[in-house]
């Protein structure tokens, strides 16, 4: 399988209308680029279980594989966790749990310049 270039604002609208379509809630586009180098866009969303998390990602991975014939570059966390990390390059999508996603309050990280202790908890958590 082959892949193809997709521009990170396509893959970042089909990762959040997958997960819309799921019935994942709160689902919220960024554009980073500017900001960081890690990515173009991030996508968070909130599952409402374990399984429907698991559900979420696994819809999402599928799909971008059949519309765009991309996988993960990487992916993080498991379900187990409550929080689940799809990296796509350009675009990183963060499902989690609700109290995760309060707990991490991705949304307000990249608002502004991110801190080292706020990056230094992400990153510790997605090596887990």
Same mark, same amino acid.
């Given at each position: 399988?082959?892949?193809? $270039?997709?521009?990170?604002?396509?893959?970042?609208?089909?990762?959040?209308?997958t997960a819309d379509d799921k019935l994942a809630e709160n689902v919220v586009t960024?554009?980073?680029?500017?900001?960081?180098?890690?990515?173009?866009?991030?996508?968070i969303a909130t599952a409402n279980s374990m399984p429907h998390l698991t559900g979420l990602a696994s819809s999402i991975? $599928?799909?971008v594989r059949e519309e765009y014939q991309l996988r993960p570059y990487s992916d993080g966390g498991e379900s187990?966790?409550?929080?689940?990390?799809?990296?796509?390059?350009?675009?990183?999508?963060?499902?989690?749990l609700?109290?995760? $996603?309060s707990r991490y309050g991705l949304e307000s990280l990249w608002s502004g310049a991110?801190?080292?202790?706020?990056?230094?908890?992400?990153e510790a958590h997605t090596r887990r």
């Open positions: 399988m082959t892949s193809t $270039r997709v521009e990170p604002a396509v893959l970042a609208a089909f990762c959040a209308k960024l554009p980073i680029g500017e900001k960081s180098s890690v990515a173009d866009y991030l996508v991975e $599928r799909g187990s966790s409550g929080w689940v990390v799809l990296d796509f390059v350009t675009v990183v999508v963060h499902l989690m609700p109290e995760m $996603r991110p801190s080292p202790e706020a990056l230094g908890e992400l």
